[in-house]
C-alpha cells in the first residue's frame, strides 16, 4: 500500500506514529508547529508541509496528534489552519486525548465542509508508538473508521470501535482512570518494598507475573527503581487527562475518588516545578510523606 497521509503533531507519540507510516509503505505529509521537529521525519522520507491546511489540501486522510483541546482547536482555526484545507471526502483521524463534547463540535464543523472526523485516542505509551503496538479506542461512523483502519494499523495492534464520535474519547477516559490508579498502586508497593528492606528488582520479579502484574509495574516500575524520571508520558499531560476525567465523571454524576486523589498528588508535583517529569514520578508525592526515597 502506498498512500498520501497527513501527520499533525511530532511529539513523542506523533513521531513514532508518522515514522511506523513510512515504515509501512505509505507517502506520508508531516507538519509540526515547531518545523525542527519534523526533520527527522522528513530524513527519513516523509514529505514537509507549510500548514494544517497544506496537510488537508495534499492528503485526504489526516492525523492529528497535539497535546489538548486548545490545541486540536489552533489546529483548526489558526492561521492557515486545517479547516481551510478540508474539502468533501477529507477524513480527520484525530489522536490526541481531548474532550469529548469538544470532539462532537469538531466533527460538526468538519461535516459542514463536506469531511468527516473520528476520535481515535491512544494508549502504550511512547514505547507502543515507537514499536507500533498501540491500543487504539475509535469513535465514528463506521465506514469512516474502516477507511482509517489500515492507516491505524501501522502504528496499533488494537484497534477498537467503541461507538459514536466522542466514545473513543470517552473510552480513554475509562483508561487513563485505570492506569492513574493503578500508578499509585505501583508507588506505594515499591515504597513499601523499599522501606521492608527488600530488593526491588527480584520483588518486581516475583510480583510481575502474578495477579498484581500490570503495564505500569512492568515498564515504569524498573525506570521508578532506576530514579529515570524521563518522560514517556508527562506529569503536565496526564494532569491534563485527570482534568477531563473529573470533568465527564462530574457530567455523569460519578464518584471517582482514587483519581481524583491523584490528581491532587499531581497538582502538588506541579506545584514543585516537576510537571515535565513522566508519569511514574507519582512515587515522590508519597516519598515526601514517607520520608524514604525508591532505588536510586
Ligand atoms: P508532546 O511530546 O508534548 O507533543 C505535543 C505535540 O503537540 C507537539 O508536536 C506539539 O508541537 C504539538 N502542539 C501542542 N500545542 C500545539 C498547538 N497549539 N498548535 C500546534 N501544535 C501543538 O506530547 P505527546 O506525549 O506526544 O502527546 C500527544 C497526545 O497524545 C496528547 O493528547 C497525549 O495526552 C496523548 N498521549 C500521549 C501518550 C504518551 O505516553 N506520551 C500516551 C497516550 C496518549 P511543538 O513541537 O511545536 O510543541
Known amino acids: 500500500m502506498s498512500t498520501q497521509v497527513g501527520f499533525i503533531g511530532l511529539g513523542i507519540m506523533g513521531a513514532g506514529m508518522a515514522r511506523n507510516l513510512l515504515a509501512k509503505g505509505n507517502d506520508v505529509v508531516v507538519w509540526n508547529r515547531t518545523a525542527s521537529r519534523a526533520e527527522a521525519l522528513v530524513e527519513a522520507g516523509a514529505s ?33 489552519g486545517l479547516l481551510a484545507g478540508v474539502s468533501d471526502g477529507s477524513l480527520i483521524v484525530d489522536h490526541s486525548t481531548i474532550s469529548p463534547e469538544a470532539t462532537v463540535g469538531f466533527s ?12 481515535a485516542p491512544v494508549s502504550g505509551g511512547s514505547e507502543g508508538a515507537e514499536r507500533g503496538t498501540l491500543s487504539i479506542m475509535v469513535g465514528g461512523e463506521e465506514a469512516d473508521v474502516e477507511r482509517a483502519r489500515p492507516y491505524m494499523e501501522a502504528f496499533g495492534t488494537t484497534v477498537t470501535h467503541v461507538g459514536p464520535v466522542g466514545s473513543g474519547q470517552k473510552v480513554k477516559i475509562v483508561n487513563q482512570i485505570l492506569v492513574v490508579v493503578n500508578q499509585l498502586a505501583v508507588s506505594e508497593a515499591l515504597l513499601f518494598a523499599q522501606a521492608a528492606g527488600l530488593d526491588l528488582a527480584a520483588t518486581l520479579d516475583a510480583v510481575g507475573g502474578g495477579a498484581a502484574g500490570s503495564w505500569m509495574l512492568a515498564n515504569r516500575g524498573p525506570q521508578m527503581i532506576d530514579r529515570d524520571w524521563r518522560p ?11 482534568r477531563l476525567a473529573l470533568a465527564a465523571a ?7 475518588p482514587g483519581t481524583a486523589l491523584v490528581f491532587q498528588m499531581y497538582r502538588a508535583l506541579q506545584n514543585e516545578g516537576l510537571g515535565g517529569e513522566g508519569n511514574h ?4 508525592a508519597l516519598e515526601k510523606m514517607s ?6
Do not use: N, Y
Open 48 to 80: 514537509p508541509a507549510v500548514s494544517p491546511a497544506d496537510v488537508a489540501r495534499r492528503c485526504p486522510v489526516v492525523m492529528i496528534c497535539v497535546s489538548d483541546t486548545p490545541d486540536v482547536d489552533a489546529v483548526l482555526h489558526g492561521e492557515d
Open 108 to 119: 460538526e464543523e468538519v461535516s459542514a465542509l463536506g469531511g468527516r472526523w473520528i476520535d
Open 232 to 242: 514517556g508520558f508527562t506529569i503536565d499531560l496526564q494532569q491534563k487527562d485527570l
Open 250 to 256: 462530574d457530567a455523569a454524576g460519578t464518584p471517582i
Open 281 to 284: 514520578a507519582l512515587v515522590k
Open 291 to 296: 520520608g524514604v526515597e525508591v532505588g536510586g
